[in-house]
């Protein structure tokens, strides 16, 4: 299963993406070099996951998804609690900020972005994916409201 914008098994970090994401952007950078390969070699069962973020929905994405042949996962707007890649997200920003002395210049962030996503430990994308099913059932109990993720 592909989360967000990279692969449980090819975990390629998309740092180099600069400037604002536009949905063309987000299609000829992400998506096709990135995401649908991926998805292609995973089968006809991988499920493709982003959230409803502006350049995840406009028409030439969804156009290009499903010219791809690409299944969507349907996610509810403003659902962090689902979104697993958000603690992700949190841990990457932690294992940076905890570097000293900080990035002074984008160029030795984005060193350090990349350093850090390859140091993470596959043991976080598992757990991650594993408490989806936990993560439903406690959004769906609390109806749609806080849950501990």
């Known amino acids: 299963m592909v989360w967000g914008a990279f692969s449980l098994h090819h ?19 992400i998506l096709r ?23 995840h929905r406009v028409r030439v994405v969804n156009d290009f998804l499903q010219q791809s042949g690409v299944n969507r996962m349907e996610w509810p707007a403003c659902s962090p609690d ?31 972005l990349q350093a850090e996503w390859q140091a993470l430990p596959q043991r976080i994308f598992t757990t991650l994916v594993n408490s ?10 609390s109806q749609g409201g806080y849950t501990h993720y």
């Open 82 to 112: 689902l979104n697993p890649i958000e603690n992700l997200w949190d841990e990457l920003d932690r294992k940076v900020r905890s570097n000293l002395p900080p990035p002074r210049v984008v160029q030795h962030l984005y060193q350090m």
């Open 33 to 55: 070099p990135l995401a649908v390969p991926t998805l292609q070699q995973m089968g006809p069962q991988a499920v493709h996951q982003d959230d409803n973020a502006r350049p």
């Open 132 to 141: 989806m099913g936990t993560r439903s059932v406690e959004c769906q109990n």
């Open 11 to 29: 975990r390629t970090p998309l740092f180099h993406v600069q400037g604002n994401l536009t949905g063309l952007r987000y299609r000829d950078e």
